[in-house]
């Protein structure tokens, strides 16, 4: 295992910048969609809950490897044309956002009714009393969860290999194939992808103590 | 003009009829109970003062504001008409200090030296001014809600609803409250008290409203005489059940 890592540690350290790269701008992307689309699901007017259930619906009943490739094979024929590690890290963000979407949405619910009406009662707005009384509590809340989320994003970004994304799982195949050492290989990437996903397992455990006290 | 005017109010649930045919005037600076059996709506009239809860059709003035007009900016009425909650709806992520000042700041927009000057006078005058830096759920039931009616009176609105604010309480708890709503009423505030206290409605009310089954069937002055003698069938067998257990 250590010769592969050693022989092909250009390929793979770049396969793992990839696989960061693709992470990183996923999970801000899924965060923010997955907030907005949370909102939505719980919003003021029926329409609004409508689009941001039906989405929500849609997205977390389709394989992954669906949407990516929707976005690598359909997008390209009638849109504009993207390269692997695009179509992925959209179809990763997309897929992702729906079960945070998810996530917050029950966080969100899941903090008193209470605490809206009497923020409400007060006279703030609807969106002043989400932003200042229920989001910082449903963010405790939904610490835990999240992070699971997180790290099957850092993981399912192994979808890029399917469309030349030029990631940790695609540099593995690669070597694999070149060098017939299956075996060491994956356990390679494995390690690799470890060495992602423990510290971020660790930052949200870190997070849901800190959090939990105040 | 009077602070609360109900004319012909009706509240629906879907098929459900909250509200039948509620006529209500409450002037400035009265203090009026509305008792009655559980689910018979007081809650229910309460929370469509401030517009936590929409009337289906009829008049209903608050402060020269009129509710049943879907223009009308609810947050406008509720900065002039405060409210305090069975379970105080304390903000669980605030200290007190702030769970207090957050209304004169974010919707007042006044000056925060100011405001939380204010806010530990009021702290002060419920007793709690020691206990500025907690959060809530470091305070007992009492305490939170002695907060909760400083928080109200932070607004200095023109009337304050309580909805059941003793009923969540240990027993020892009570009295602090009730002293801390008779300072107010003394002071002048409108109160309108959804209570199942009896002895509060008698010292403190200047008025007493009867509901049972989304009805209002007495609305006495004489407080006094009310609970000596109840004209309504519904009120007598009420009264006599609650003074005899």
């Known amino acids: 295992m250590f010769t592969i890592l050693f022989d092909h540690a250009s390929e793979l350290f770049s396969g793992l910048g990839y696989t960061l790269g693709a992470s990183f701008i996923a999970l801000i992307g899924s965060l923010v969609l997955g907030t907005l689309f949370a909102l939505m699901e719980i919003g003021q007017h029926k329409w609004v809950r409508v689009i941001g259930r039906a989405y929500v619906e849609v997205v977390r009943n389709i394989p992954l490897l669906v949407i990516t490739m929707g976005f690598y094979v359909i997008v390209p024929m009638f849109i504009v044309q993207v390269d692997g590690f695009t179509a992925g890290t959209i179809g990763l963000t997309i897929y992702t956002s729906a079960f945070i979407a998810e996530t917050i949405r029950s966080g969100i619910q899941s903090v008193s009714s209470g605490q809206m009406e009497g923020a409400r009662s007060v006279g703030l707005t609807y969106y002043q009393a989400m932003f200042h009384i229920i989001f910082p509590q449903a963010i405790k809340i939904v610490i835990p969860p999240l992070g699971n989320q997180f790290i099957n994003l850092v993981k399912n970004s192994s979808i890029l290999a399917f469309v030349a994304g030029f990631d940790l799982m695609y540099q593995g195949k690669i070597i694999a194939n070149s060098t017939f050492n299956t075996f060491d290989t994956y356990l390679a990437v494995g390690l690799l992808y470890l060495i992602v996903t423990m510290p971020l397992s660790y930052l949200m455990r870190f997070l849901e103590k800190k959090w939990k006290t105040a | 003009?009077?602070?609360?005017?109900?004319?012909?109010?009706?509240?629906?649930?879907?098929k459900f009829h909250a509200l039948k045919d509620i006529n209500l005037t409450i002037e400035r600076g009265e203090v009026v109970t509305i008792i009655g059996p559980s689910g018979s709506g007081k809650s229910t009239l309460l929370r469509t003062i401030n517009g936590l809860e929409r009337i289906s059709s009829g008049q209903l003035i608050v402060n020269n504001f009129d509710l049943a007009d879907k223009k009308t900016n609810m947050n406008k009425i509720r900065k002039n008409v405060g409210m305090v909650f069975q379970h105080f709806n304390l903000y669980a992520n605030k200290t007190i200090l702030d769970n207090i000042t957050l209304g004169p700041l974010m919707v007042l927009k006044r000056d925060k030296?100011?405001?939380?000057?204010?806010?530990?006078?009021?702290?002060d005058m419920v007793g709690l001014k020691d206990q500025a830096k907690k959060y809530p759920a470091m305070l007992s039931g009492g305490q939170k809600q002695r907060v909760a009616i400083a928080r109200s009176l932070a607004m200095k609105p023109a009337a304050i609803l309580f909805d059941e604010p003793t009923s969540a309480l240990d027993p020892e708890m009570i009295g602090d409250v009730l002293d801390v709503m008779q300072t107010i009423a003394k002071e002048g505030m409108t109160m309108v008290v959804v209570t199942h206290e009896m002895g509060f409605a008698r010292r403190v009310g200047d008025r007493i409203v009867f509901m049972a089954d989304g009805q209002i069937l007495e609305d006495a002055s004489d407080v006094n005489g009310f609970f000596d003698h109840p004209k309504e069938p519904r009120a007598q067998e009420f009264i006599s059940k609650i003074l005899n257990h």
Do not use: C, P, Q, R
């Open chain 2, 1 to 14: 003009m009077s602070m609360i005017e109900f004319h012909d109010v009706e509240k629906y649930y879907g």
């Open chain 2, 113 to 123: 030296a100011e405001v939380e000057k204010e806010a530990y006078d009021l702290l």
